[in-house]
């Protein structure tokens, strides 16, 4: 059986919009967007980081972080410290903690919705075939 690339591709990212979509409408009840909620997971993940380390884990460009981390900081959900040199560091605040933690109460939920189709042995399939993929993708 042959499976056409495009196809496979188009797949892949369907599933992904979806999965934003959904993820995006159920923060809001948590006052969270998904842009802020995977900022604030990757601070809590790498806490003292620079914008330069988080724009990268979460996939945007560093003046999109920066903008994005100001407004966490108007809210009162990240604190920005100086670090060694010319570093800036990214923590959570206690306001930030709380928002992390209800955003994954929400995901966990969305995401369980969002996989119900699948049996557990395949969605364990799946993202071993995903983190194999993304593996090889990162392997020069």
């Known amino acids: 059986m042959h499976a056409d ?3 496979l591709g188009r797949a892949v990212k369907q599933a992904q919009y ?3 979509r959904a993820l995006d409408s159920a923060l809001a009840a948590v006052g969270s967007t998904l842009a ?5 997971r990757a601070i809590a993940r790498t806490p003292g980081a620079s914008a330069r380390e988080l724009a990268a884990a ?3 460009t560093e003046q999109a972080f920066g903008t ?4 966490l900081t108007a809210q009162d959900l990240v604190e920005r410290r100086p670090g060694h040199g010319r570093r800036i560091e990214h923590h959570l605040t206690p ?3 709380r928002v992390l933690k209800a955003g994954h109460k929400v995901a966990d939920e969305v995401l369980a919705e969002a996989f119900a189709p699948l049996p557990e042995p395949d969605r364990a399939t799946l993202l071993d075939l995903l983190q194999r993929l993304n593996g090889a993708a990162s392997t020069p």
């Open 18 to 20: 979806r999965q934003h």
């Open 36 to 40: 802020q909620w995977d900022a604030l």
């Open 68 to 71: 994005l981390v100001g407004r």
């Open 95 to 97: 306001a930030g903690e």
């Open 58 to 60: 979460t996939f945007q």
């Open 5 to 7: 690339l495009q196809l």
